[in-house]
């Protein structure tokens, strides 16, 4: 059993910042490939942020230069920060692992940006 703890949304103007964390616990060995994604209303899921074990960072191009990912090994957990924020990065933000080439979700954290 995994499970994976996100915290950290919020409302925030436009051009504002918010952390956002993501812990997995439970049967989870060595390190593993961890990211975000996130959903609008009436969009699909779309990928955010990946790192990988060895902390090598891939971004969307929508965020890139203004969102970083980093993690943290020894606790199995993944954060996000976001600056500059806009109000199209409005949705809700899910934390994944991905273990043994399945990916596990957290239950997501709500991200909105007022205009």
Not at 92 to 113: A, E, H, K, S
Request: charged content about 15%.
């Amino acid at each position: 059993q995994v499970t994976l703890v996100e915290s950290g949304g919020g409302l925030v103007q436009a051009g504002g910042s918010l952390r956002l964390s993501c812990t997995a616990s439970g049967s989870i060995f060595g390190n593993n490939p961890m990211g975000w994604y996130r959903q609008a209303p009436g969009n699909q899921r779309e990928l955010v942020a990946r790192i990988s074990t060895s902390g090598s960072a891939n971004y969307a191009d929508s965020v890139k230069d203004r969102f970083t990912i980093s993690r943290d090994n020894a606790k199995n957990t993944v954060h996000l920060q976001l600056n500059s924020l806009k109000p199209e990065d409005t949705a809700i933000y899910y934390c994944y692992i991905n273990l043994y080439g399945i990916p596990r979700w957290g239950q997501g954290t709500q991200v909105t940006v007022s205009s």
